[in-house]
């Protein structure tokens, strides 16, 4: 089994449900089953800001030095990715929110320029241990749970995390 990839803890206080809190408002059990992938289009105190006003979370940030930190605990829903019938990009996103089953990770830096290769080694860190712990799996999948997803192909509304995202550093 592959250690826990992350190497500091730096836990934001909002922008996430406890799964006993997610399951008693919307009847759906916290479970592992994909990975998302976000920018933060800037840097991770400026996300930890935002996210301590609960405007979202995410589970992991990849920091440009490829240091990956845990910004919300595992087992908590992260509001990341969630899609509704207004900003789900297709109609399977339209019915599905992908939050209670995923795992959201944040790359630090901006759409428009290019990611590290210390982001790239970290970036298949975790979908290595992703796939060890809870078996999820290292494809990119369109339109259904199972699998990795880009933020914009969930959201109407997003375009990360970008060009610059390389899927064979998750999936290759």
């Not at 995923?102 to 241990?129: C, D, H, K, M, N």
């Amino acid at each position: 089994m592959i250690a826990n990839p992350w190497d500091r803890v730096e836990l934001a206080t909002g922008g996430f449900s406890t799964a006993a809190e997610w399951r008693q408002e919307f009847g759906v059990q916290r479970d592992f089953k994909a990975l998302v992938w976000h920018d933060m289009e800037g840097h991770l105190a400026g996300a930890i800001a935002t996210w301590n006003q609960g405007k979202a979370d995410a589970h992991l940030s990849v920091l440009e030095s490829g240091e990956i930190v845990l910004t919300c605990l595992i087992e908590d829903v992260a509001w990341h990715a969630g899609t509704n019938a207004t900003i789900g990009r297709t109609a399977f996103w339209r019915r599905n929110n992908i939050n209670p089953h995923s795992i959201g990770i944040e790359l630090e830096g901006f759409t428009t320029r290019p990611y590290t290769a210390g982001q790239a080694r970290a970036v298949r860190r975790i979908a290595l241990w992703a796939e060890a712990k809870y078996g999820i799996p290292r494809v990119h999948t369109v339109d259904q749970i199972e699998g990795q997803h880009l933020h914009s192909e969930l959201s109407n509304q997003r375009s990360d995390p970008g060009p610059g995202f390389g899927w064979d550093w998750a999936t290759g």
